[in-house]
């Protein structure tokens, strides 16, 4: 054999190594995005249920937020915002891990949360809540949350 021939035969193997692994380097990449992503819905389950304790390990704050759903009209202005607060903190979480199951389709338990929520805006303080800050949510999530309560109040006979 001449050393062209030899040179061909290196060449066809250094391709063959080339594409194996750019194939590896895949394969890889795709398991450690999936790996982040998990994480990720990891995280937001974790913040979801540390907001429910944190709520839960503060009485009083507890106590503003049913009263803001059962009757906001006897809140003052500042126990209001206070509960606005809280509000927003939680939706936050809800908009984000709205968003990524969306994006990634991991909708492990996306309906008991979608349940939480229905019942959180499907109140007086909720309905008032959502028809004033809606607007400052994601369009995608806006739009589930409105599909939620539409499907909601049909089911229950109020539309």
Do not use: C
């Amino acid at each position: 054999m001449s050393i062209q021939e030899w040179g061909a035969i290196g060449e066809v193997i250094g391709g063959i190594a080339v594409v194996v692994t750019l194939i590896y380097l895949s394969i890889q990449l795709k398991q450690s995005n999936v790996t982040t992503h998990r994480n990720m819905y990891a995280q937001a389950a974790v913040a979801i249920s540390d907001f429910w304790l944190n709520l839960a390990r503060e009485p009083e704050l507890h106590q503003l937020y049913l009263s803001m759903l059962r009757a906001p009209e006897a809140l003052d202005e500042a126990q209001n915002q206070r509960a606005y607060l809280v509000m927003d903190g939680y939706l936050s979480l809800m908009e984000s891990y709205y968003l990524h199951n969306q994006e990634y389709g991991e909708r492990l338990s996306q309906e008991r949360w979608s349940r939480i929520l229905n019942r959180m805006l499907d109140s007086p303080g909720g309905r008032e809540y959502w028809s004033r800050r809606k607007a400052y949510f994601h369009e995608e999530f806006s739009d589930y949350v409105q599909t939620l309560l539409g499907a909601q109040r049909e089911a229950d006979g109020k539309v």
